[in-house]
C-alpha cells in the first residue's frame, strides 16, 4: 500500500489500497504435502486469469450526483477498454461497482515568531518577546472505492481505493483529470497478475 497523507491545498494525493487472491500452485501442495521446498525457479501461486473481457455495472451505494457518476464510469469504461474488456449487460462474467464517501478534516498550523526566554546575566535578568499563530484548515476528503465482482458467483473478486482532498473550486477538466488519475493508480495492476 501507498499512502501520502492529504494536506490541503496542496495538490493531489491519493491513497492506493489493492486487494488480490492469489491461488497456489499444485507444485506448492505437493512440496508443503511431501516436506520439500519448491526450486526458485518455480513460482508458489498464481493469479488466476479465467475471467474472459465482457463487465457490467451494478448498482453503487453512495450519494453522488449523475455528472460525478458519469465521469467515474466513463474513466473506468475507457480504462477497462484499455486492458482488453468490454461492456456486455446481456452475459458478463464481471460486474463492477463502487462507492463514494466523504470525510471532514481538520489540520492546525501554528507558527511561531520573535525571540523569548530568559537567564540572569550582565544587565540582570532579562527576557524576550514572541508570538504565535495558529490557523485551523477545513478540507473536505473523498474516496473513490472500486469493486470488481465475479459475474457468477456474486464474490467480490478484487478491490482498490483511491483518496484525495476535494477541492469545490476545481473546473470541470480539473475534476475529470483528477477521476482520471485516480483510475488510471486504481487499475494499474487490474487484472491480477497482469
Not at 33 to 42: A, K, R, S
Not at 105 to 123: A, C, D, E, K
Not at 177 to 187: H, N, T
Request: proline letters at 7%.
Amino acid at each position: 500500500m501507498v499512502a501520502f497523507p492529504p494536506q490541503p491545498n496542496d495538490g493531489v494525493h491519493l491513497m492506493i489500497m489493492s486487494r488480490t487472491r492469489p491461488t497456489p500452485r499444485w507444485t506448492t501442495y505437493h512440496a508443503a504435502f511431501f516436506g520439500i521446498e519448491l526450486p526458485d525457479t518455480v513460482p508458489a501461486t498464481i493469479q488466476d486469469r479465467a475471467y474472459t473481457s465482457p463487465y457490467t455495472w451494478i448498482d453503487s451505494e453512495g450519494a453522488v450526483d449523475d455528472i460525478t457518476s458519469s465521469r467515474i464510469r466513463q474513466s473506468v469504461d475507457a480504462a477497462m477498454a484499455a486492458r482488453g474488456f468490454s461492456k456486455d449487460t446481456s452475459n458478463p462474467d464481471l460486474a463492477i461497482s463502487y462507492q463514494v464517501p466523504t470525510t471532514e478534516r481538520t489540520s492546525f498550523s501554528t507558527i511561531n515568531s520573535g525571540w523569548g526566554g530568559g537567564g540572569w546575566g550582565m544587565g540582570g535578568w532579562g527576557m524576550g518577546m514572541g508570538t504565535s499563530t495558529t490557523t485551523q484548515q477545513n478540507w473536505t476528503e473523498g474516496s473513490l472505492i472500486l469493486a470488481v465482482f465475479d459475474g457468477s458467483s456474486k464474490n467480490m473478486v478484487w478491490t482498490g481505493t483511491a483518496t484525495t482532498d476535494l477541492d469545490q473550486n476545481r473546473t470541470p477538466q480539473e475534476r475529470q483529470e483528477l477521476v482520471d488519475e485516480a483510475v488510471g493508480k486504481l487499475l494499474e495492476d487490474f487484472p491480477p497478475g497482469s
